[in-house]
């Protein structure tokens, strides 16, 4: 068993690899990535369950760890299965940092709006400054 695994992977490597020896390790490696995320899910679950009580948050961190795992996985599964997502990934990475440097001043604005009415609710009388 070991020796046809390792088979598999010189024959990836060296790049001779047939359609099917390619899907068998594109397959396993798809589940590996797929069990490794969702382990470091339920693992970082349990820890916010036993570290937060209210029932609030913790459905509110439940929903994002899902959100990141199920990116997560699109973006190194899609990697595995698309050999031009490398690209796209590049692409998409400098589009978003292109667009924080240029809307740099209306996130601020629109972020400090959003903490004086959020975290600090007080009542403004006129005058203050």
């Known amino acids: 068993m070991l020796e046809q695994i390792n088979d598999y992977f010189a024959q990836i490597s060296s790049g001779e690899a047939s359609a099917d020896t390619l899907l068998v390790y594109r397959l396993v490696v798809s589940l590996i990535i797929y069990f490794v995320i969702w382990i470091t899910k ?30 997560l ?25 292109g667009i924080a440097i240029s809307l740099k001043d209306i996130l601020q604005i629109w972020l400090a709006g959003f903490s004086l009415f959020l975290v600090a609710p007080l009542k403004w009388v006129i005058g203050w400054r």
């Open 73 to 97: 996985a699109f973006i190194l599964i899609g990697r595995l299965w698309l050999e031009g997502i490398q690209s796209i990934a590049t692409f998409l990475g400098l589009l978003s940092a």
């Open 42 to 71: 339920k693992l970082m679950l349990r820890v916010i369950e036993s570290k937060i009580e209210d029932q609030k948050i913790k459905y509110h961190w439940s929903k994002v760890l899902n959100y990141i795992a199920y990116v």
